[in-house]
């Protein structure tokens, strides 16, 4: 599945600080905080589930996954659902986002070679940056932060 | 009817289906019983039928291949031919030729249709020379593209006289267009009897009152004069004679007045004899799973005994009522009274929503017998293949299971019969000198057991090696060396994936290829499998499974702010933690409870879950069973019983291995359903830890590389 191709529209969300882009196409859903199941002995970036319309939906913590620390509840939080493929399996996932701030078209600056150094977060899990009004925007590589690993 | 709304070729394909299993089943009777007549006609219908609808539905070569193995049947229920183990191995391999002719006609060899024809035409003819005290029979010349392969009697064609059904134009029988299909098979002099026609004013536009007689010249064979009428076959009086010249003994009249008259026509003719195994032809099918196996069977349609139907639809009658009482509540004024008689309806609705769940749920069962019955033809090649005999024995067929379910089975039992016949079961020589009887017995048993199925794979072989296993569980580092491991625990490493890995593991210990594959499909299907063996006396593996995949009925428990599902299936028992715990002097605490006069260990969930705060003081203890495992499981409250859906979790939970799945509760949040399993297999091995623990003697080594 290719997420990208050239100049997508993005969702642009806040988490733990920093902005991220997540393809428009993959995204079915932004909620309203939900009650969240907490699945023990689950890997603690995807500890909870939640009801989306009758389906159960993992949720995940982005900022926890690629590093940043986990998010905090503000009244912006909101709950991004997104589907993609997980090993061949068409899948519903939760990301929580701090805030959730507007559909853009922007231009990515480095497409390919992401510098290492100079980011919070762990630099595999991005694809490549853009720039939103004098900030830094994040795209993320999701098929790799969702691979098992 | 929307049964013209599909493919039509579609139903075709349903029906063959059903006709194969029913074919191969009656070859597989005549096997063990040669000579019964309503077998014979039984596999006789089934190609007729095959044929029959294989042309309608424009399956040609399926219907002209079939024409030949059906004629050589015909011979074979007049006692021409008779059954021999030879003409059973064919007409199987021919049986599997037909379904791939349906299945995938494409990849069918050009060749291998009239090979197996031939194979089939010299077992006949085999047969004919051997008896000759029997009229032998004309060859069947088997020629695949010719339309005239039967044995034609000498007679050059045949006098035809039929009398329609008084009602055969309003069933929409056209005898013209049936006099020129007769026609078209050669030339002939047709006279029409008109003398039962009354006068105008008596006379019925819709009734038939004519009859026909036809002068045929023909090579064909009665049988395809016979097909012309093959749609009412049973009311139409036919007569059909051989024109004078030559006529044969044999088949010099045969009246047609239905299709049940097998045993009349039969009954002059020589019973048939089992002569000696004329040499057998080669397999050209690869003797294995049967051509099905792998390919799941179309999921579009399911047969329902009408009665279910009926049952569903009163149901929703009700439900409609109450909906519309429901209605009415609503909009009444009346505050108070509206609360009381919502109570009521709540009632009623509860009732009648689990009464549907069961309705459909048995809409889906069907009967396991479906499955077993094409495991015979597995053991009849297996046993050929490996030159063992084994004899297949069934059990409980009527017993009833999700149809998805049975599709999911056949893998993991064609493997478990693969491996209890290739690994289990001895050979005749080793059989007769352990003082076994000759032929092996596997047997395969289903029953209903609480709100599971129970499947059962027994053979009377000579065990798991369990010396074996035990070196090999060693060598690969599933236990450590010399560790105390009951006979039961060990048997059950053979499911360890990490156990049959290798190939030589099969030729040596006895059992394992591939064992884990058939627990991972059971477990899959949430059921779970257990091994037990007697060394000398046989093998038994068991699988348990939920009766449906959709919904189960629960216990729901709370443990701190979360709560959990258990299958009501495996609860055993409820006791509170302080009236069972048994004071134990171990460094981990009372750790067992005294239940039945039996220890049980238990798990306090708050831990497992690693939930914060303190338990509150009345703790209750959910005692679940699985087979005769149990374990404890310590929650903070008992809320009751809950109507379960499950949904599957996903592939980011993967590696949770403590829950089985998900549901969703009445009031939206989700509910984790605890995976018994897994918890008794925990709660297991901490009691084994335990022991240990106070009996420092025992402790000789852990398993505990088991838990994961």
């Known amino acids: ?149 | 009817m929307n049964i013209l709304s599909g493919d039509p070729s579609e139903i075709f394909r349903q029906e063959a289906d059903e006709l194969f299993v029913q074919l191969e089943t009656a070859l597989l009777d005549l096997e063990r019983a040669p000579g019964d007549k309503e077998t014979i006609a039984s596999a006789f219908r089934a190609l007729h039928t095959i044929k029959g609808s294989g042309a309608m539905f424009g399956f040609e070569a399926l219907a002209k291949f079939t024409h030949h193995v059906e004629t050589v049947f015909d011979r074979v229920r007049n006692g021409d031919v008779p059954v021999t183990p030879g003409l059973i191995g064919v007409t199987l391999i021919a049986r599997d030729h037909m379904r791939l002719l349906i299945d995938a006609p494409h990849q069918v060899d050009a060749a291998a249709g009239p090979a197996i024809l031939a194979d089939l035409d010299r077992v006949v003819r085999g047969q004919g020379e051997e008896l000759p005290r029997k009229p032998v029979a004309p060859p069947v010349r088997v020629v695949a593209p010719a339309p005239a392969p039967v044995p034609p009697p000498a007679a050059p064609g045949y006098r035809i006289r039929f009398v329609l059904p008084a009602n055969a134009f309003v069933l929409g029988t056209n005898p013209a267009s049936m006099i020129r299909e007769m026609l078209e098979m050669g030339s002939g002099k047709v006279r029409c009897d008109a003398s039962e026609v009354p006068g105008l004013d008596g006379l019925d536009p819709e009734r038939c009152y004519l009859r026909w007689e036809i002068e045929l010249i023909t090579s064909h064979a009665v049988e395809a004069i016979e097909d012309v009428f093959l749609f009412i076959r049973h009311e139409t009086q036919l007569t059909i004679e051989p024109l004078p010249p030559a006529p044969t003994p044999e088949e010099a009249m045969v009246a047609v007045e239905s299709v049940g008259s097998e045993r009349a026509e039969s009954a002059e003719s020589t019973k048939p004899v089992v002569a000696p195994v004329v040499a057998e032809p080669v397999a050209r099918a690869p003797v294995s799973a049967p051509a099905s196996s792998g390919k799941p069977a179309p999921e579009g349609v399911v047969k329902v005994n009408a009665d279910r139907i009926n049952g569903l639809m009163n149901q929703v009658g009700e439900l409609v009522i109450v909906q519309s009482r429901l209605k009415q509540i609503a909009h009444s004024g009346e505050e108070e009274l509206s609360i009381l008689s919502l109570r009521a309806v709540v009632e009623e609705m509860g009732r009648l929503v689990s009464e549907l769940r069961e309705t459909t749920k048995g809409i889906r069962m069907v009967p396991i017998g479906s499955l077993f019955g094409r495991f015979r033809r597995v053991v009849r090649d297996l046993s050929k293949e490996l030159g063992k005999q084994v004899r297949l024995e069934t059990r409980g067929e009527e017993t009833e299971l999700d149809k998805t379910m049975v599709e999911s089975l056949n893998d993991p039992l064609v493997h478990l019969i693969r491996n209890a016949m290739d690994h289990g079961i001895e050979h005749a020589e080793a059989r007769r000198l352990a003082g076994k009887e000759e032929e092996g017995v596997l047997l395969l048993t289903a029953t209903h057991v609480g709100g599971q199925v129970l499947i059962a794979v027994d053979d009377d072989g000579k065990g798991l090696n369990l010396d074996r296993i035990r070196a090999k569980a060693e060598e690969r580092g599933l236990l450590a060396y010399g560790a105390e491991i009951s006979d039961a625990d060990l048997a059950q490493l053979i499911f360890h994936p990490g156990f049959s890995t290798a190939q030589s593991v099969t030729g040596l210990s006895g059992r394992g290829v591939g064992m884990d594959v058939v627990k991972k499909s059971i477990d899959a299907l949430r059921g779970n499998v257990e091994v037990s063996s007697q060394p000398g006396a046989g093998c038994r593996v068991v699988l348990r499974l939920p009766l449906t995949l959709a919904i189960i009925d629960g216990l729901l428990l709370k443990v701190g702010e979360e709560r959990y599902i258990v299958p009501l299936s495996n609860v055993d028992a409820i006791v509170e933690l302080a009236d069972a715990a048994l004071e134990h002097p171990g460094e981990e605490g009372n750790r067992f409870l005294f239940i039945r006069d039996e220890l049980v260990p238990f798990l306090h969930l708050r831990d497992l879950f690693a939930v914060p705060g303190s338990p509150p003081p009345h703790e209750k203890v959910v005692i679940v069973v699985v087979g005769k495992r149990r374990v404890g499981l310590v929650v903070d409250q008992i809320l009751g019983d809950h109507q379960t859906v499950i949904k599957s979790l996903s592939r980011l939970h993967a590696d949770v291995k403590s829950f089985s799945g998900a549901t969703i509760l009445g009031d939206g949040r989700v509910a984790l359903i605890l995976e018994i399993d897994h918890l008794i297999e925990f709660g297991q091995h901490r009691e084994e830890r335990l022991r240990d623990a106070l009996d420092p003697a025992r402790k000789r080594g852990s398993y505990e590389t088991l838990v994961r």
Do not use: Y
């Open chain 1, 1 to 149: 599945m290719k997420l990208w191709s050239d100049n997508s529209k993005s969702l642009i969300i806040a988490v733990a600080g920093d902005l991220f882009a997540i393809p428009v196409h993959v995204v079915c859903d932004i909620l309203d905080l939900l009650p969240v199941t907490s699945v023990p002995t689950a890997r603690p970036f995807v500890n909870g589930l939640i009801n989306v319309r009758g389906r159960v939906v993992p949720l995940m913590d982005l900022g926890m996954k690629i590093g940043l620390g986990a998010a905090t509840t503000t009244p912006d939080s909101r709950f991004v659902v997104i589907e993609l493929e997980i090993d061949g399996e068409e899948t519903l996932v939760a990301l929580r986002a701090d805030k959730v701030h507007e559909v853009a078209e922007f231009e990515l600056v480095m497409a390919e070679e992401v510098p290492r150094i100079g980011l919070r977060c762990r630099g595999e899990f991005i694809r490549a940056m853009g720039r939103r009004q004098g900030r830094f925007v994040m795209v993320l590589d999701l098929e790799r932060v969702f691979a098992s690993d």
